[in-house]
């Protein structure tokens, strides 16, 4: 349990500052972020940031999408910099002077915003699993992350994969999307023609 006295009897301070407390302090104001919601119990959130509007992440390139979901991951110091610059488009200098709870409402926006991509991508481009394909050693390809899809479409559309990171988040989601439904209806299609039409003895 917290002791709400400790919790709300904090200084404001920096998010630089923030960085250079000891670890016992920190969780201190950490414990403040996640007493920040409304009244559906959601964290509260703002999508400005050192008078900032963030970007809109399906208009960022395949790539810095990717970035922002690595340097999430990371949860370092730099990482926090680099997010922040990326959705908020800031300056590192700023980013730093930046008092803590600007920064908490910031980062509670862009966890929101990064949870919401992700389950969309989850919830649009899951698919049954193939026995065939996991039997030949499908699972090998994972470590490779994201570049199998920009082989793929780099190759369609005569591109190099890094061209194709470059492209919008967007458009390289929507490609990806039509792969998955073109690879749905291929299959029923063909168990359609080898089992022949619905009906027939």
């Keep these: 349990m ?14 630089k500052q923030f960085f250079e407390l000891d670890e016992n302090l920190a969780l201190r104001y950490l414990a403040v972020q996640s007493l920040m919601k409304d009244k559906n119990g959601d964290l509260k959130s703002k999508n400005v940031f050192c008078k900032r509007k963030s970007v809109k992440l399906g208009e960022l390139s395949f790539g810095k999408v990717s ?8 949860d370092t110091h730099y990482s926090v910099i680099g997010v922040l610059q990326t959705v908020f488009r800031v300056k590192e200098n700023e980013a730093l ?19 919401s991509l992700i389950k969309k991508e989850y919830n649009a481009l899951k698919h049954e699993q193939d026995p065939d394909l996991e039997m030949a050693g499908i699972k090998k390809l994972s470590i490779f992350g994201e570049l199998s899809t920009l082989i793929g479409i780099a190759e369609r559309y005569g591109n190099t994969p890094m061209e194709v990171e470059d492209w919008k988040y967007n458009m390289v989601f929507s490609l990806m999307l039509h792969d998955k439904v073109t690879k749905e209806i291929q299959k029923n299609y063909n168990e359609i023609k080898s089992n022949g039409p619905k009906g027939m003895v």
Excluded: C, G, P, T
């Excluded at 970035?67 to 990371?74: A, D, F, M, S, V």
């Excluded at 002077?97 to 949870?115: G, Q, R």
């Design 2 to 15: 917290f002791d709400n006295d400790k919790i709300f009897n904090l200084n404001k301070i920096s998010l």
């Design 67 to 74: 970035e922002l979901k690595r340097l999430i991951q990371e």
């Design 97 to 115: 002077n930046a008092d803590i709870i600007s920064f908490f409402y910031a980062a509670n926006h862009i966890s929101k915003e990064v949870l």
